[in-house]
């Protein structure tokens, strides 16, 4: 999970480690298979629709290269080049 803007950067421009602050688990990018872990990390975002006010929890889908996944609770990839949008 990430925030909206953040996300829309990571969509147009791929995931850079030097905008990565915290580093839990060890030095990388990190991403989960598990929704609902995920969703802890993401925040709530509200949007105006055609049906009215809605609100969702922003979080992205990627791929990621599983042989250089460093694996914990998280998927945590060495590098940008690891893992994209």
């Known amino acids: 999970g990430t925030k909206r803007e953040s996300g829309s950067n990571i969509y147009n421009n791929g995931f850079d480690l030097k905008y990565c602050a915290r580093f839990a688990y060890g030095k990388g990018i990190y991403s989960s298979p598990n929704i ?9 975002i509200t949007i105006q629709t055609k049906q009215g006010t809605k609100k969702f929890w922003y979080v992205l889908q990627v791929a990621v290269n599983p042989a250089t996944m460093n694996v914990n609770t998280h998927y945590i990839a060495p590098t940008g080049a690891d893992i994209r949008p």
């Not at 969703?39 to 709530?44: E, F, P, V």
Request: aromatic share 12%.
């Open 36 to 44: 609902d872990t995920a969703q802890g990390y993401s925040r709530r």
